[in-house]
Structure formats: structure tokens, C-alpha cells
């Protein structure tokens, strides 16, 4: 996604001679908000805030409280004002929060106001000749074999497909990847990002832009995997995101959120389960689950029976001992074929086709990598990671 190693987040030590608790010149409410009906435990949450101009300048002079407690926070600096003020920052913290409840917190900047360094679970971004590993999770600087490793335990990463891919109208298929900038956006201690930019070839005489983002928004092992690709000449049919895991011996479950629950098992190397969500201009929408050996998979489950028509876009494959949770953002949201395909191979497939070729398509899919059973080894379920909580900033 770019240039290498641009560190944007920075959290300062209290200032020579500048007391902690100093008073700062202004006081803003940061109004967190859930609104998915899901306990929160140390939930990532993030903020963009604007300034008024001269409200300040170092993002230095900022800390942030709840309860008169100061909680850990990363910040960044955005766009500035024509005298140099900032006119946009960036927050990074963690919230504990209870299903439709709110909390307040209280951010203090300028002044001789300094937040206190994040001290434990700090994130970071380390950067090798091959690679780029965040928390537990390593990957490549080539983005055509993205994820690298999960190291938790047993390896889990799998030797098949892991990229994200392009399918042109003549239904050739091009991975993004190739001579790419990395830039490493945010590198901790709350949140790290990286991008990769570059170009992909879809003709001798047309290639088009592409980013693929990286959010890793906390010390477990959750990545948000987003690719953006500019096209013009609407040649792209579609765009897909792979992964491959190694999850040992069979049996294996799987499940989709589909108003209810959608499940089954993988007994034999050739199973596999593919949930289809059809959505079309009028925002009529329809699901399936096809399930049995692949190619010869047969209709398993489909909408019926009082659940929604628009199924949830996320579920687990689960092994004996290692589960990938999953998600799709904004699943279902835009006219089109959207598909995710399991197999007992360990590759998961993920895919948008729109309804109507457009100039600009993107994908993006959480992972999350934890040890079975999942309601045990899981630090968020998948509806959680799909939805974010709503924070407000008041003056």
C-alpha cells in the first residue's frame, strides 16, 4: 500500500517541568455509542474529530478521560488550518461498553495538557526484507501472497490462494500485487495500519490503480483486509479476497449467519459450503447455501421460513483446535452477487460481483483467527467486528 515506515500515531511523555494534570485550554465530549445490542469488552473504537482553527497545534497536548481516569489513547495528526493549527485528528482507544448503552468521555487538549504513554499491550509494526508483522500476524511485502502466518501455537496459514484478485469482463482473472509502496500508515501502540498501492495490468494498453489496506485495530489477532480498485474503462466483473488455512484433522464446522444459524461439517477433503446473496436494483435480495462435494454441491439451505432475505455476511470454519471468524463489511448494502465459499482444503473465498460495472469497486472482509472452541477463543464475535460503535464528538 505505499512508502515504507511513516509513523503518524505519537503519544508524548509529559513535558520538562509540565505537570500531569496541567489544565488544558478547551474540553471536548467524546460520546461513545453502541448500537448493535453487544457487550463490548475492551472494544476497539475510533474517532475522527474536527477543530475549530487555534484549538490546537501539537497533537502532543491532548489526553483523553473517563470517569476523571485517563484512558490509553493513540492520536493522529490530520489536515491543518492556514496557521498551522490542526484542523482534523484521528483517535485510537479502547471501550468497554454494555448492549444500546453510552459512554462519555472527556477529551482535554492544549494547554500544558500531555497524555500518559501507553505502558502494556502496545501494538507494533515490524518491518523485515520479506515481511511485516503486527501483533500475531505476519505479512508479506508481495500482497499476491498476502497473509504470511498467524502465530498462535500451530501455524495455521495455508499453501494455497491468498490474495486479493480482479476479474475481468473476459474472465481472466488478475491477482493485485507486483511492484507495489508499502506505507506503514499507523504503527501502534492501539491501532496499526498499512497500504499497499499499485497497479494492475488488464490489458497491453490499460492497467488500473489498486490499494489494499491492512487494519489491525488492536493486540489480538483481527485484521481488516480492504482492497479499492479505479477502473475507468468498467472492464472488472468482479473482485475477490482468498485466504487458505491448515485447521488439522477432520471434522470441521462451518457456519453462516443467516437470520438464524446456517451450519454443517466437513468430513472429507473434497466438501465444501458456498452461502450466494443476491441483491438487485430494487433492493430485492435473495440467499442459498450450497453444500456437498465441490462442483457437485447441492441446495442446502436457502431463505424461507420467516428469516430476512438478506443474509449477514459473516460465520466461522472451525477445526479441532484453530477457527477463522469472518466478515464481510457493508454485506448486502449495493445491487449485486455477493459470495462466500468454504472448503475443506482450508481456502475461503470471498466475492462481489455488481450488478452494473462501475469506475470504482472495492471489497472488505474482517478476519479473525482464534483458538476453538470459538465462544471461548474468540476476543469479538463477527457480527461485533462488522459493527463498529458509534462515537460523537461534542463540544
Not at 494534570?21 to 474536527?50: D, K, W
Not at 477543530?51 to 501539537?58: I, V
Not at 520479506?130 to 508479506?140: E, M, N, P, T, Y
Not at 492501539?190 to 498501492?197: F, G, H, M
Amino acid at each position: 500500500m505505499r512508502p515504507t515506515s511513516l509513523l503518524t500515531a505519537i503519544l508524548a511523555l509529559p513535558a520538562a517541568g509540565v505537570a500531569a494534570n496541567a489544565p488544558p485550554s478547551q474540553a471536548l465530549v467524546v460520546s461513545v455509542r453502541e448500537t448493535a445490542g453487544i457487550r463490548r469488552g475492551n472494544f476497539p473504537t475510533h474517532a475522527q474529530v474536527q477543530l475549530a482553527q487555534g484549538a490546537l497545534r501539537d497533537i502532543s497536548n491532548l489526553r483523553l478521560l473517563l470517569d476523571d481516569q485517563e484512558v490509553p489513547v493513540q492520536a493522529s495528526p490530520g489536515s491543518r488550518w492556514p496557521d498551522g493549527s490542526l484542523r482534523q485528528i484521528e483517535l485510537h482507544f479502547n471501550t468497554t461498553i454494555g448492549p444500546l448503552a453510552e459512554r462519555q468521555y472527556r477529551m482535554e487538549i492544549g494547554g500544558a495538557v500531555r497524555a500518559r504513554p501507553v505502558s502494556s499491550e502496545r501494538l507494533e509494526v515490524i518491518e523485515s526484507t520479506d515481511g511485516l508483522q503486527i501483533g500475531k500476524v505476519r505479512f508479506a511485502r508481495e500482497p499476491a501472497a498476502l497473509l504470511q502466518s498467524v502465530a498462535f501455537g500451530r501455524e495455521i496459514v495455508g499453501d494455497g490462494l491468498n490474495a486479493m484478485s480482479v476479474t475481468d469482463m473476459s474472465g481472466a482473472t488478475h491477482l493485485l500485487g507486483g511492484d507495489v509502496v508499502i506505507e506503514v500508515v499507523k504503527a501502534g501502540p492501539l491501532a496499526a495500519q498499512v497500504r499497499y498501492t499499485g497497479k494492475v495490468q488488464l490489458a497491453d494498453d490499460y492497467a488500473v490503480p489498486f490499494t489494499i489496506t491492512l487494519d489491525v485495530p488492536n493486540t489480538k489477532s483481527w485484521v481488516r483486509y480492504a482492497a479499492h480498485i479505479d477502473d475507468p474503462r468498467k472492464r472488472i466483473r468482479e473482485v475477490a479476497f482468498d485466504t487458505s488455512f491448515r485447521l488439522g484433522p477432520f471434522p470441521w464446522t462451518w457456519d453462516f449467519g443467516t437470520g438464524s444459524w446456517s451450519y454443517g461439517a466437513f468430513r472429507a477433503a473434497t466438501d465444501s459450503a458456498v452461502l450466494t446473496q443476491t441483491v438487485d436494483g430494487s433492493r430485492t435480495s435473495d440467499w442459498q447455501i450450497a453444500a456437498g462435494p465441490q462442483g457437485r454441491e447441492q441446495l442446502y439451505e436457502r431463505v424461507g421460513g420467516g428469516r430476512p432475505s438478506l443474509a449477514e455476511g459473516w460465520g466461522h470454519l472451525q477445526g479441532a483446535d484453530r477457527a477463522v471468524a469472518f466478515a464481510v463489511d457493508e454485506f448486502g448494502e449495493e445491487p449485486g452477487r455477493y459470495s462466500i465459499a468454504l472448503d475443506a482444503n482450508g481456502q475461503i473465498s470471498f466475492r462481489f460481483v455488481p450488478a452494473d460495472p462501475g469506475a470504482q469497486l472495492s471489497l472488505a472482509v474482517y478476519q479473525h483467527y482464534v483458538a476453538s472452541p470459538v465462544p471461548i477463543g474468540a476476543a469479538t464475535s463477527p457480527v461485533a467486528m462488522a459493527s463498529p460503535l458509534v462515537v460523537t464528538v461534542l463540544p
